[in-house]
C-alpha cells in the first residue's frame, strides 16, 4: 500500500542503529539534559527556607514561585528533545525535518491553524456540557496580572512541547514503523500505545486509570489515523497545541499534571466523561479532516538518476 507520508523514511538512510541511537539520545536530551534546569531550580527551593515555596511531587511544578517560570522550566525537556530529534534527523537519517511532517510539498500552517481552531470549539463544547451535568464545578478564577504574561508565554513554549511530541510520535516513529508495516490500523494502534505510555505518571491516572489512559490511547491512536489518512502531520500539530493550550490557559482542573492561572478552574474531574465526550470529538474531527483526498499529495520519489553522458559523435 502506497503512503507518501510513510514513505518520505526512505530517502534517508534507515539501518535500525539509526533510529536506536536517535531514540536514545531523544529520551537523553528530555529526560536528562533538559530536566536540569528543573532540578536545579527545584533543589533551590527546598534549601531556600520558605514555606511559600514548594515542590509538587505530583507533576513536579514548583508552587509558589512565578507560574511563567514553572512553565517554562516543565516545557524545557520537550524543547531539547525537539532540537535533539530534529539534529538525529539531518544527521543521522540524512532527510529534511519537514519530511517529518508532509513530504512532497510545504507545511500548510493555514491548515495546521484550522485544525487548532476546530479542536479548540469542540473542547469548549465539552466543558459547557460538563458545567452543565455538574453544576457548580467550574470556578470563574480570573488574575488578570498572572494570567497574561502566563498566557503569552504558553503560545510560545506550549507549541513547542506538543510539536515535540507529535513529531516524534506521529512523525519519527510512525514513519519508522512504516518502513515494516503498511497496515493503517495497526500503526495507529501503536502509535495510540507508545503515546499513553509517557502518560502513566500523570497525576490524573489516580483518579481512574481505565479512561484516562483510554483517553491518551484514543487521542493518539485518532490523531496517527488522520496523519495517516491525509499523509500528512499538519492536523495532529495544531489538534494537540490546541487541546494543551486551551487546558493551560481557559479552562483547567484542579490537580491536572500542570497547574497554571486558567480563566475557569474546575473542582473535580470526571474520567469516563472526559473519556467518552473526547471519543465524540475525535470522531468529529475524524469525519471533518480525513476526507481530504490523497491525491492532494504529492508522492515522494527518489531524486531523478542524472542523465547519462551523450555518446561521442562520429566523424
Given at each position: 500500500m502506497s503512503n507518501a507520508f510513510l514513505d518520505a523514511a526512505r530517502l534517508g538512510r534507515n539501518d535500525w542503529w539509526r533510529y536506536a541511537l536517535s531514540v536514545i539520545i531523544v529520551l537523553f536530551s528530555t529526560l536528562v539534559l533538559g530536566a536540569l534546569p528543573l532540578t536545579v531550580a527545584a533543589v533551590l527551593v527546598s534549601l531556600d527556607d520558605d514555606p511559600a515555596?514548594?515542590?509538587?511531587f505530583a507533576n513536579g511544578a514548583l508552587a509558589g514561585v512565578s507560574p511563567v517560570l514553572s512553565l517554562v522550566l516543565l516545557m524545557l525537556p520537550f524543547v531539547t528533545g525537539l532540537a535533539a530529534l530534529l539534529g538525529c534527523v539531518v544527521?543521522?537519517?540524512?532527510?529534511?525535518?519537514?519530511?517529518?511532517?508532509?513530504?512532497?510539498?510545504?507545511?500548510?500552517?493555514?491548515?495546521?491553524?484550522?485544525?487548532?481552531?476546530?479542536?479548540a470549539g469542540l473542547v469548549a463544547l465539552l466543558a459547557a456540557v460538563e458545567a452543565l451535568l455538574y453544576p457548580g464545578r467550574f470556578a470563574f478564577t480570573l488574575d488578570l496580572p498572572r494570567l497574561l504574561p502566563f498566557a503569552l508565554a504558553a503560545l510560545l513554549v506550549v507549541p513547542l512541547q506538543t510539536s515535540a511530541e507529535e513529531l516524534f510520535f506521529r512523525g519519527y516513529l510512525l514513519q519508522g514503523l512504516g518502513l515494516w508495516l503498511r497496515q493503517p490500523l495497526l500503526l495507529s494502534l501503536l502509535s495510540g500505545l507508545?503515546?499513553?505510555?509517557?502518560?502513566?505518571?500523570?497525576p490524573e491516572v489516580n483518579a481512574g486509570f481505565w479512561p484516562v489512559m483510554g483517553f491518551y490511547f484514543l487521542f493518539g491512536f485518532v490523531l496517527a489515523a488522520v496523519t495517516l489518512r491525509t499523509q500528512s502531520a499538519e492536523v495532529a500539530l495544531g489538534v494537540h497545541a490546541s487541546n494543551n493550550l486551551f487546558t493551560a490557559v481557559v479552562a483547567n482542573f484542579a490537580g491536572s499534571a500542570l497547574e497554571t492561572p486558567s480563566l475557569f478552574t474546575a473542582s473535580g474531574f470526571s474520567p469516563w466523561y472526559n473519556l467518552?465526550?473526547?471519543a465524540c470529538a475525535l470522531?468529529?474531527?475524524?469525519?471533518?479532516f480525513a476526507?481530504?483526498?490523497?491525491r492532494t499529495i504529492i508522492p515522494v520519489a527518489p531524486p531523478p538518476a542524472a542523465d547519462p553522458a551523450p555518446p561521442p559523435s562520429g566523424r
Open positions: 515555596t514548594t515542590i509538587n544527521l543521522f537519517h540524512c532527510r529534511a525535518p519537514r519530511t517529518l511532517i508532509t513530504p512532497g510539498r510545504p507545511v500548510r500552517w493555514r491548515r495546521v491553524l484550522l485544525a487548532a481552531a476546530v479542536w507508545a503515546f499513553a505510555a509517557p502518560h502513566l505518571s500523570n467518552i465526550g473526547s470522531l468529529v474531527l475524524y469525519a471533518l476526507r481530504q483526498s490523497p
